[in-house]
């Protein structure tokens, strides 16, 4: 079992697509985090038992093998990894009448949602590319003085994550109150609820790795008025990109929301890619002694672990790209792909495509 960089999910993905089985022998198990691994090898238990009723002989052997060997890999489980376990087993062999019987498992970059268990001619992978698409998570927040909806944007997926309502009465008071006493309950009742949004957001965004952003929608006195009496903590309060009036403040606002803050998003992740070049050209300029630009240079200090930051143009051959991930991941280097999607991008890519800041003078 391993867990899996990026560079190397992308190439064992890649691997994975080739392998088609002749029939349905080709066995998918995925098991989402905190999962009972012996309720997973009790059900391939069964699976086994189904399998003897296979027709062709060869099939029935294929796929009892890869089941076992999946058992196998279970038993020497005491616990699901953090992120879950995707597993694949089956015959790979090209030539008819040989078993070429292999497994993998991987740990993957993010947790599985979802149980899954299927034989079929090829392996299932979905799950697996979707972690690709999703490098980055936006918080959503969508609210009226009613109810609010809490949940993340990760890539093209919206999940909501908490629905809240206030239990504020309508504007029609309770029999013998004056208006003004009316206000002072309804005001009151507001700022709580406003202190219980900000106390989920916190439960829900502190310390989420990914998170980049979060947007606020609701009608204009409600969201403002939520921002501007900082029930938020400060750390949080830094992430709001922005806030967008709409109306719904229910879980089918988030797609009106979204859909309004395209431009913020995109524009959001050029800031951030831009800012990180316009560092990289800051300490070329400042120092240059522990900067290098090009890949000569570049792949003298990896080899000696002296990058701290690897700067690799998205434009670059994937083989090269492959090759200084690697060594990037195998010294603790933190990489950083850039885009050409800025003029700053662009003019990196022309310079080479490959830069460095290093911990130490080389």
Not at 21 to 30: A, D, M, P, Q, S
Not at 198 to 208: G, R, V
Not at 276 to 297: A, V
Request: charged share 30%.
């Amino acid at each position: 079992m391993t867990e899996m960089s990026r560079t190397e999910l992308v190439e064992i993905l890649e691997k994975l697509e080739e392998y088609k089985g002749r029939h349905t022998e080709l066995v998918t198990v995925y098991i989402p985090a905190g999962y009972d691994v012996n309720s997973v090898q009790r059900q391939l238990e069964a699976e086994k038992s189904t399998a003897k009723n296979i027709k062709s002989s060869a099939t029935k052997k294929n796929v009892i093998d890869a089941l076992e060997k999946l058992i196998r890999e279970l038993k020497t489980l005491k616990r699901t990894p953090e992120n879950g376990l995707a597993l694949f087993s089956g015959n790979i062999s090209k030539i008819e009448g040989q078993q070429d019987l292999q497994l993998w498992a991987i740990e993957p970059l993010s947790p599985i949602k979802s149980r899954l268990y299927r034989c079929d001619k090829e392996f299932v992978l979905d799950p697996l590319r979707e972690m690709l698409e999703v490098s980055e998570v936006f918080g959503l927040l969508v609210m009226d003085r009613k109810e609010a909806t809490l949940g993340v944007l990760e890539g093209k997926r919206i999940e909501t994550l908490q629905k809240m309502t206030s239990g504020i009465p309508s504007k029609v008071r309770a029999g013998g109150q004056s208006s003004q006493r009316f206000h002072r309950i309804t005001e009151g009742l507001t700022k709580d609820f406003y202190k219980r949004i900000a106390e989920e957001m916190k439960k829900i965004f502190f310390n989420m790795p990914k998170l980049k952003g979060i947007i606020i929608g609701g009608p204009v006195p409600t969201k403002d008025e939520f921002l501007e009496g900082e029930y938020m903590l400060a750390r949080l309060r830094e992430k709001v990109l922005g806030k967008i009036d709409i109306g719904d403040a229910s879980e089918s606002g988030f797609k009106e929301l979204v859909e309004k803050s395209q431009d913020l998003l995109v524009n959001h992740e050029r800031t951030l890619e831009k800012k990180d070049i316009e560092k990289f050209f800051q300490h070329l300029g400042e120092n240059p002694e522990k900067t290098f630009l090009g890949e000569r240079n570049s792949i003298r200090a990896l080899e000696v672990g002296a990058v701290e930051i690897l700067y690799l143009s998205i434009k670059l051959l994937k083989p090269l790209v492959k090759k200084l991930t690697e060594m990037a991941e195998n010294t603790g280097a933190e990489v950083k792909t850039i885009s050409i999607e800025t003029s700053e991008g662009e003019q990196f890519y022309n310079m080479g495509g490959i830069g460095s800041i290093l911990r130490f003078k080389v």
